[in-house]
Protein backbone atom coordinates (compact mmCIF):
# COMPACT_ATOMS: atom_id res chain seq x y z
CA UNK A 1 0.00 0.00 0.00
CA UNK A 2 1.40 3.46 -0.97
CA UNK A 3 0.51 6.33 1.14
CA UNK A 4 2.23 9.68 -0.43
CA UNK A 5 5.38 8.76 -1.19
CA UNK A 6 5.95 5.94 1.10
CA UNK A 7 5.19 2.29 0.52
CA UNK A 8 3.78 -0.04 3.48
CA UNK A 9 3.81 -3.85 2.56
CA UNK A 10 4.35 -5.67 5.76
CA UNK A 11 3.87 -5.20 9.48
CA UNK A 12 7.40 -5.02 9.68
CA UNK A 13 7.45 -1.64 8.02
CA UNK A 14 5.66 0.09 10.49
CA UNK A 15 7.16 1.43 13.48
CA UNK A 16 7.30 0.09 16.58
CA UNK A 17 7.27 3.06 18.75
CA UNK A 18 5.25 6.82 17.51
CA UNK A 19 4.15 9.83 18.86
CA UNK A 20 0.77 9.92 19.24
CA UNK A 21 -2.37 12.79 18.98
CA UNK A 22 -4.92 12.01 21.26
CA UNK A 23 -8.19 13.46 20.15
CA UNK A 24 -11.85 12.44 21.01
CA UNK A 25 -14.02 11.55 18.51
CA UNK A 26 -11.43 12.05 15.47
CA UNK A 27 -11.46 8.62 13.40
CA UNK A 28 -8.81 7.44 11.07
CA UNK A 29 -8.99 4.64 8.64
CA UNK A 30 -6.93 2.71 6.29
CA UNK A 31 -6.29 4.79 2.59
CA UNK A 32 -8.92 7.84 3.93
CA UNK A 33 -7.51 11.20 4.73
CA UNK A 34 -8.38 13.23 8.03
CA UNK A 35 -7.64 16.97 7.62
CA UNK A 36 -5.86 18.50 11.03
CA UNK A 37 -6.13 22.12 12.50
CA UNK A 38 -2.93 21.50 14.85
CA UNK A 39 -2.44 24.70 16.91
CA UNK A 40 -1.31 23.27 20.69
CA UNK A 41 2.66 24.17 20.86
CA UNK A 42 3.14 20.52 22.36
CA UNK A 43 1.51 19.38 19.07
CA UNK A 44 3.28 21.72 17.36
CA UNK A 45 6.68 20.62 18.42
CA UNK A 46 5.13 16.96 17.54
CA UNK A 47 4.62 17.78 14.01
CA UNK A 48 7.87 19.96 13.42
CA UNK A 49 9.71 16.60 14.96
CA UNK A 50 7.88 14.14 12.57
CA UNK A 51 8.77 15.89 9.40
CA UNK A 52 11.97 16.04 10.27
CA UNK A 53 11.92 11.95 10.29
CA UNK A 54 9.10 9.31 8.85
CA UNK A 55 6.08 11.45 9.18
CA UNK A 56 3.86 9.34 10.96
CA UNK A 57 1.85 9.86 13.84
CA UNK A 58 -0.70 7.87 16.29
CA UNK A 59 -4.05 9.31 16.54
CA UNK A 60 -6.28 7.68 19.51
CA UNK A 61 -8.60 9.10 21.60
CA UNK A 62 -8.71 9.17 25.12
CA UNK A 63 -9.92 6.00 26.92
CA UNK A 64 -14.10 6.67 27.52
CA UNK A 65 -16.92 5.32 30.09
CA UNK A 66 -16.74 3.78 33.09
CA UNK A 67 -13.42 3.12 33.40
CA UNK A 68 -11.92 5.84 31.86
CA UNK A 69 -9.44 8.42 33.94
CA UNK A 70 -10.73 12.38 35.53
CA UNK A 71 -11.23 13.91 32.43
CA UNK A 72 -9.58 16.57 33.96
CA UNK A 73 -6.25 15.12 33.96
CA UNK A 74 -4.13 16.49 31.23
CA UNK A 75 -2.74 13.10 29.84
CA UNK A 76 -5.47 10.75 29.98
CA UNK A 77 -6.00 6.77 29.74
CA UNK A 78 -5.85 5.94 25.47
CA UNK A 79 -7.87 3.41 23.97
CA UNK A 80 -6.11 0.33 23.29
CA UNK A 81 -6.83 0.69 19.55
CA UNK A 82 -5.83 3.47 17.10
CA UNK A 83 -4.33 4.37 13.46
CA UNK A 84 -1.12 5.04 12.35
CA UNK A 85 -1.11 8.16 10.03
CA UNK A 86 1.41 9.82 7.57
CA UNK A 87 1.29 13.47 7.13
CA UNK A 88 1.38 13.61 3.28
CA UNK A 89 0.08 17.38 3.16
CA UNK A 90 1.82 19.66 5.42
CA UNK A 91 1.08 23.86 5.03
CA UNK A 92 2.15 26.63 7.29
CA UNK A 93 -0.58 29.29 8.36
CA UNK A 94 1.88 31.97 9.08
CA UNK A 95 0.10 32.24 12.73
CA UNK A 96 1.78 29.54 14.26
CA UNK A 97 -0.85 26.97 13.03
CA UNK A 98 -0.20 23.77 10.44
CA UNK A 99 -2.63 22.59 8.96
CA UNK A 100 -1.81 19.08 7.63
CA UNK A 101 -3.91 16.23 6.34
CA UNK A 102 -2.93 12.08 7.09
CA UNK A 103 -3.26 9.64 5.02
CA UNK A 104 -4.37 5.97 6.67
CA UNK A 105 -1.93 3.16 7.04
CA UNK A 106 -2.91 0.79 9.22
CA UNK A 107 -4.21 0.25 12.77
CA UNK A 108 -2.50 -0.72 15.60
CA UNK A 109 -2.69 -2.03 19.32
CA UNK A 110 -1.07 0.30 22.21
CA UNK A 111 1.14 -2.17 23.91
CA UNK A 112 2.10 0.64 26.71
CA UNK A 113 3.25 4.32 26.63
CA UNK A 114 6.27 5.11 26.91
CA UNK A 115 8.59 8.05 29.59
CA UNK A 116 9.59 10.62 27.36
CA UNK A 117 11.11 14.24 28.25
CA UNK A 118 9.12 15.53 25.21
CA UNK A 119 5.99 17.83 25.58
CA UNK A 120 3.86 15.19 23.74
CA UNK A 121 2.95 11.30 24.36
CA UNK A 122 4.83 8.11 22.88
CA UNK A 123 3.56 4.73 22.59
CA UNK A 124 4.78 1.50 21.74
CA UNK A 125 3.05 -0.31 19.15
CA UNK A 126 1.89 -3.52 17.63
CA UNK A 127 0.18 -3.71 13.83
CA UNK A 128 0.25 -7.42 13.63
CA UNK A 129 -3.45 -7.91 14.25
CA UNK A 130 -4.61 -5.54 11.63
CA UNK A 131 -1.91 -6.48 9.08
CA UNK A 132 -4.91 -7.36 6.74
CA UNK A 133 -5.15 -3.37 6.37
CA UNK A 134 -2.11 -2.93 4.48
CA UNK A 135 -4.00 -5.22 1.21
CA UNK A 136 -5.83 -3.44 -0.75
CA UNK A 137 -9.67 -4.90 -1.64
CA UNK A 138 -9.50 -6.97 1.42
CA UNK A 139 -13.26 -7.65 1.93
CA UNK A 140 -14.22 -5.07 -0.68
CA UNK A 141 -16.59 -7.86 -1.79
CA UNK A 142 -18.11 -8.52 1.51
CA UNK A 143 -19.56 -5.22 1.94
CA UNK A 144 -23.76 -5.20 1.78
CA UNK A 145 -23.50 -1.66 -0.57
CA UNK A 146 -27.42 -1.57 -0.46
CA UNK A 147 -27.82 -1.68 2.94
CA UNK A 148 -25.37 1.28 3.60
CA UNK A 149 -26.77 2.89 0.95
CA UNK A 150 -30.34 2.85 2.12
CA UNK A 151 -29.48 3.52 5.99
CA UNK A 152 -27.30 6.50 4.64
CA UNK A 153 -30.54 8.11 2.70
CA UNK A 154 -32.94 7.16 5.92
CA UNK A 155 -30.15 9.53 7.65
CA UNK A 156 -30.51 12.03 5.38
CA UNK A 157 -34.16 11.68 5.04
CA UNK A 158 -34.07 11.92 8.92
CA UNK A 159 -31.98 15.04 8.82
CA UNK A 160 -33.32 17.19 5.86
CA UNK A 161 -29.92 16.65 4.47
CA UNK A 162 -29.03 16.33 0.55
CA UNK A 163 -25.48 14.03 -0.33
CA UNK A 164 -23.66 14.14 -3.67
CA UNK A 165 -24.94 10.78 -5.35
CA UNK A 166 -23.13 11.13 -7.93
CA UNK A 167 -19.79 10.28 -6.12
CA UNK A 168 -21.45 7.70 -3.71
CA UNK A 169 -22.39 6.03 -6.66
CA UNK A 170 -18.71 6.15 -8.20
CA UNK A 171 -17.10 5.22 -5.09
CA UNK A 172 -15.67 2.11 -4.00
CA UNK A 173 -17.15 -0.17 -1.19
CA UNK A 174 -13.82 0.66 0.72
CA UNK A 175 -14.06 4.05 -0.15
CA UNK A 176 -17.76 4.79 0.45
CA UNK A 177 -17.46 3.11 3.98
CA UNK A 178 -14.66 5.07 5.47
CA UNK A 179 -15.51 8.00 4.28
CA UNK A 180 -19.12 7.46 5.71
CA UNK A 181 -17.67 6.33 9.02
CA UNK A 182 -15.50 8.77 9.78
CA UNK A 183 -17.69 11.90 8.43
CA UNK A 184 -20.43 10.40 10.75
CA UNK A 185 -21.56 12.41 13.69
CA UNK A 186 -21.76 10.26 16.02
CA UNK A 187 -19.93 9.85 19.63
CA UNK A 188 -16.70 8.36 20.64
CA UNK A 189 -17.78 5.06 21.30
CA UNK A 190 -19.71 4.55 18.21
CA UNK A 191 -16.10 6.05 16.35
CA UNK A 192 -14.22 3.24 18.81
CA UNK A 193 -16.72 1.01 17.27
CA UNK A 194 -16.10 1.52 13.73
CA UNK A 195 -12.45 1.63 14.13
CA UNK A 196 -12.09 -1.79 15.79
CA UNK A 197 -14.38 -3.36 13.46
CA UNK A 198 -12.24 -6.61 12.20
CA UNK A 199 -12.72 -6.35 8.78
CA UNK A 200 -14.44 -3.63 6.18
CA UNK A 201 -17.18 -5.84 5.80
CA UNK A 202 -17.84 -5.66 9.91
CA UNK A 203 -17.15 -1.72 9.60
CA UNK A 204 -19.96 -1.44 7.48
CA UNK A 205 -22.58 -3.45 9.30
CA UNK A 206 -21.50 -1.72 12.13
CA UNK A 207 -21.95 1.72 10.51
CA UNK A 208 -25.68 0.54 9.34
CA UNK A 209 -26.39 -0.34 12.89
CA UNK A 210 -25.38 2.71 14.41
CA UNK A 211 -27.00 4.30 11.66
CA UNK A 212 -30.16 2.76 12.01
CA UNK A 213 -30.46 3.05 15.73
CA UNK A 214 -29.85 6.75 15.55
CA UNK A 215 -32.51 7.24 12.60
CA UNK A 216 -34.98 5.44 15.42
CA UNK A 217 -34.10 7.27 18.28
CA UNK A 218 -35.08 10.47 15.98
CA UNK A 219 -37.75 9.19 15.22
CA UNK A 220 -39.05 7.99 19.01
CA UNK A 221 -39.16 4.36 17.05
CA UNK A 222 -36.55 2.91 19.45
CA UNK A 223 -37.42 -0.67 20.91
CA UNK A 224 -38.34 -0.44 24.55
CA UNK A 225 -35.78 -3.18 26.11
CA UNK A 226 -37.97 -5.24 28.63
Given at each position: ??????????????????????????????????P????????V?????????????????P????????????????????????????????????????????????????????P?????????????????????????????????????D?????????????????????T??M???????E?Q??????????????????????????S???????
Amino acid sequence: MRIGNALYETVDEIPSIVPVFPLSGALLLPRAHLPLNIFEPRYVKMIDDVMAGDRVIGMVQPRFGADADDESVEEPALCQVGALGRIVSYQESGDGRYLIQLGGVCRFTVLEELPTPLPYRKCRISAERFKSDLLTDACEADVDRDALIRAFQSYLDANDLEADWKSVRSASNEALVNTLAMMSPYGPAEKQALLEAPDLAARAATLVAITEMEVARQSGDEPVLN
